[in-house]
C-alpha cells in the first residue's frame, strides 16, 4: 500500500462535544495545559512500552482498515496506524494535544485524521464508522460520572 502525503487537519466539532460535564476540574485542567502537552513527547515517546502497546494493537486489529484513537494526545499511535495503511482517526479534548498531533501527523507520508471531542460524548459518530477503537494509557480513567 503507497501512503498518501499527510494532510492532517482538525475537525471543528460542535461545542457540545467538547463538554467538560464527565471531567474533574483539576482533569480539565491537565487536559488544557499547553505545558503538559509540550513536555507529554519527552516523558512518554520513543519507550519500549511504545513499540510494545503498537504491535499489540496491530495484532489484535489485524485485518481492521479503520481504528479510532480515543484520548489521541500528541498523536504517537493514531499516526502509527495510518502508516500501517489504516484509516486513522484520533480523538482528544484537548487542543494543545491536538495541535501537538496535527504538527507530527503533517511530517508523516500518511493522512490523519483529529477530532477535538469528549471521548465520552461521540454521539456525533455511527456505530459502524470504524472496525475498532483503542484508548491508551489512563484516558478512560480521566471519565467520571458516567454508568453503563
Same mark, same amino acid.
Given at each position: $500500500?503507497?501512503c498518501?502525503?499527510?494532510?492532517a487537519?482538525?475537525?471543528?466539532?460542535?461545542?457540545?462535544?467538547?463538554?467538560?460535564?464527565?471531567?474533574?476540574? !483539576?482533569?480539565?485542567? +491537565?487536559?488544557?495545559?499547553?505545558?503538559?502537552?509540550?513536555e +507529554?513527547?519527552?516523558? +512518554? /515517546?520513543?519507550?519500549?512500552?511504545?513499540?510494545?502497546?503498537t504491535?499489540?494493537?496491530?495484532?489484535?486489529?489485524?485485518?481492521?482498515?479503520?481504528?479510532?484513537?480515543?484520548?489521541?494526545?500528541?498523536g504517537?499511535?493514531?499516526? /502509527?496506524?495510518?502508516?500501517?495503511?489504516?484509516?486513522?482517526? @484520533?480523538?482528544?479534548?484537548s487542543?494543545?494535544?491536538?495541535?501537538?498531533?496535527? /504538527?507530527?501527523?503533517?511530517?508523516?507520508?500518511?493522512?490523519?485524521?483529529?477530532?477535538?471531542?469528549?471521548? /465520552?460524548?461521540? @454521539?456525533?459518530?455511527?456505530?459502524? !464508522?470504524?472496525?475498532?477503537?483503542?484508548? $491508551?494509557?489512563?484516558?478512560?480513567g480521566?471519565?467520571?460520572?458516567?454508568?453503563?
Open positions: $500500500m503507497t498518501r502525503p499527510s494532510r487537519r482538525v475537525w471543528a466539532v460542535r461545542t457540545d462535544h467538547t463538554t467538560t460535564d464527565s471531567l474533574a476540574s !483539576t482533569t480539565w485542567q +491537565y487536559v488544557n495545559s499547553s505545558a503538559v502537552a509540550a +507529554y513527547d519527552a516523558t +512518554y /515517546a520513543n519507550t519500549p512500552l511504545f513499540e510494545f502497546d504491535a499489540v494493537i496491530a495484532e489484535a486489529a489485524q485485518g481492521a482498515q479503520s481504528i479510532l484513537d480515543l484520548g489521541c494526545g500528541t504517537r499511535h493514531v499516526i /502509527a496506524f495510518a502508516k500501517r495503511g489504516m484509516k486513522a482517526v @484520533g480523538v482528544d479534548l487542543p494543545h494535544m491536538l495541535a501537538l498531533a496535527q /504538527a507530527k501527523a503533517r511530517s508523516e507520508p500518511c493522512r490523519v485524521s483529529l477530532v477535538q471531542a469528549n471521548i /465520552a460524548d461521540l @454521539g456525533f459518530l455511527r456505530d459502524d !464508522t470504524f472496525d475498532c477503537a483503542v484508548s $491508551m494509557f489512563s484516558t478512560i480521566l471519565i467520571q460520572g458516567r454508568t453503563g
